[in-house]
Nanobody, 124 residues
Framework: QVQLVESGGGLVQAGGSLRLSCATS????????MGWFRQAPGKEREFQGA????????LYSDSVKGRFTISRENAKNTVYLQMNTLKPEDTAVYYC?????????????????WGQGTQVTVSS
């Protein structure tokens, strides 16, 4: 089992920034690729970004490419999502997840473990 706990969400004005963190425990963190997803009210959960086990490969959704950056610190068992130039449409619950694939994945089905989520609200 891998336990994941997200933090760093909150209320921010449009154009602002937030950095989400996802602290993990349980199995060896560097054995897992990590991803961030979000779910807005009334919508399906959607992929935001993913990072490989070593951090040398990343993948982003088109909607956040250039604004969001995913990174990880294997020594701290933590993955981050730096979110810049936030927009009201970025409002959602953000989830981190862990998968065992070698390459970053944008598919929910590839992710075995999930956190409980952290709320991000962007006001206009």
């Amino acid at each position: 089992q891998v336990q994941l706990v997200e933090s760093g969400g909150g209320l921010v004005q449009a154009g602002g920034s937030l950095r989400l963190s996802c602290a993990t425990s349980g199995r060896t963190f560097s054995n897992y690729g990590m991803g961030w997803f979000r779910q807005a009210p009334g919508k399906e959960r959607e992929f935001q970004g993913a990072i490989s086990r070593s951090g040398d490969m990343t993948l982003y959704s088109d909607s956040v490419k250039g604004r969001f950056t995913i990174s990880r610190e294997n020594a701290k068992n933590t993955v981050y999502l730096q979110m810049n130039t936030l927009k009201p449409e970025d409002t959602a619950v953000y989830y981190c997840a862990a998968d065992t694939n070698w390459s970053p994945s944008n598919r929910e089905v590839d992710y075995e473990f999930w956190g409980q989520g952290t709320q991000v609200t962007v006001s206009s």
